[in-house]
């Protein structure tokens, strides 16, 4: 079921629709995300938001299940997987979390032998976090922030559910 590499629409759209099984809360945005191998065309991990328990983001969930499946720590992710991923967000990855968990920007920056192109649908509103560095961190890193456009107005209304009207 998956998309080409190449379809970058087709494989946000597939992101997009995991974000829509993220449950609405008022102190999250719903967020889907992949990690695609585009030498081999293979998707490799997906996650949504609050996918497991806790206060969990999408890119997070896409390497707790890598780093599961080839049993290793997080941490040690970049020693096991190729070298030719790329990132696909429906939301840019964070760079700072209110929770004081790890922002998903130092997540794919330990992974920046791997991960090399990171595909957003749309940068993050400032509701939570007034100034996210992600796309700069990534950039300043080596790591293209490429946007995919066309999904906008979905991926918001998708990411803002569940949050108070006046904001």
């Not at 079921?1 to 719903?30: G, I, V, Y």
């Not at 081999?40 to 996650?47: C, H």
Request: with cysteine.
């Amino acid at each position: 079921m998956s998309a080409p590499a190449t379809d970058h629409q087709a494989l946000m759209q597939q992101a997009l629709e995991l974000a829509k099984q993220s449950p609405p809360k008022p102190t999250n945005f719903r967020v889907g995300a992949l990690v695609v191998d585009y030498s081999s065309n293979k998707v490799l991990a997906t996650g949504y938001t609050l996918e497991p328990p806790g206060n969990t983001h999408a890119e997070q969930c896409c390497f707790v299940k890598l780093a599961k499946k080839h049993g290793v720590p997080e941490e040690r992710l970049a020693e096991v997987l190729p070298s030719t991923l790329a990132l696909y967000t429906t939301m840019e990855p964070c760079s700072f979390r209110l929770s004081g968990n790890l922002p998903c920007v130092e997540r794919v920056l330990r992974l920046g032998s791997c991960i090399k192109k990171v595909y957003v649908g749309v940068q993050e509103p400032k509701k939570f976090v007034s100034d996210n560095t992600g796309q700069k961190s990534l950039a300043d890193a080596g790591i293209e922030v490429i946007h995919v456009g066309g999904l906008e107005e979905e991926i918001l209304e998708v990411a803002t559910a569940g949050h108070d009207e006046a904001v």
